[in-house]
């Protein structure tokens, strides 16, 4: 395409040059793959499911995102980390890590569930969140900018102890009033259960209703057996032919 020369490129006529060249970068269908729960400890490995989807992101030269729960951390196991580190988008991998909690627990009080980051104080959820982030940073060098909570539950103290990790700009699943931080909403599921994919249900999903123009997909790959691994890989196939983009979430937003 053959553009005026650049004494004419003023005022009105570049402003329209610059939407052009900007919608031209967007595509119109983005999904983003979110897989949960990667470990990376001596006593809680990188089980082979993750290394076997990265693979796949390798071999189709396309990208995923990978929650890591940090605890695991704390006594990391140095061939595991020397793969996250191999595989991270910062270092020319394909892979983009995220905060998916300190140690992704669960239990009961007097009756009332809580979790990690809901339920419980501010005071304990910003310790979660700056312990994980510090030790991730000094593990592997590298550092979070997207945060998912574990079980996907959070509650009112949860984005106060977000500001305490400025560098956690961007929030999966996260509340739709937060203005402080990129919010990417929830979309279909491509699991029927934890750690179960079905394309047949995905497909029923996905045809009953038109989409976003983001699909935040959820999964839990350390978990998917030889036939949810081939569903994974089927709706990948169908949503490139259907035109979608596989991007990370920095590269969804912009950062």
């Keep these: 395409m053959r553009f005026p020369c650049k004494c004419l490129l003023t005022g009105l006529g570049l402003a329209v040059l ?8 967007v595509p119109a269908k983005v999904v983003i793959w979110k897989l949960d729960d990667l470990t990376a400890g001596e006593k809680r490995r990188v089980v082979p499911g993750f290394k076997r989807v990265a693979d796949w992101a390798d071999e189709k030269k396309t990208v995923i995102t990978l929650g890591v729960i940090c605890e695991s951390l704390s006594k990391p196991n140095a061939d595991d980390i020397a793969w996250i580190k191999k595989h991270a988008i910062e270092n020319g991998g394909r892979v983009e890590f995220w905060l998916h909690g300190w140690d992704h627990k669960s ?3 007097k009756g009332v ?3 990690e980051f809901k339920g419980t104080p501010v005071e304990h959820q910003t310790k979660h969140l700056t312990d994980s982030c510090e030790l991730f940073t000094k593990t592997t060098g590298l550092i979070f900018h997207v945060f998912g909570s574990p079980y996907n539950q959070i509650d009112v103290h949860t984005p106060a102890a ?3 990790v400025p560098a956690l700009s961007i929030w999966m699943y996260g509340p739709k009033e937060d203005k402080q931080r990129t919010i990417l909403p929830r979309s279909i599921n491509m699991e029927i259960a934890t750690g179960k994919v079905s394309y ?8 009953a209703k038109s989409q976003p ?3 935040l997909l959820q999964g839990h790959c350390g978990m998917w057996d030889d036939k949810s691994f081939a569903d994974f890989t089927k ?3 169908f949503l490139a032919q259907e035109g979608w983009v596989t991007k990370t979430c920095g590269q969804y937003v912009g950062k």
């Design 113 to 115: 569930k809580i979790s």
């Design 107 to 109: 239990w009961e009080e």
């Design 213 to 215: 123009a983001m699909m």
């Design 200 to 207: 047949d249900a995905f497909m029923k999903a996905y045809q």
């Design 235 to 237: 709706i990948a196939a």
């Design 18 to 25: 610059t939407v052009m060249l900007s919608a031209a970068d």
């Design 162 to 164: 977000m500001n305490a």
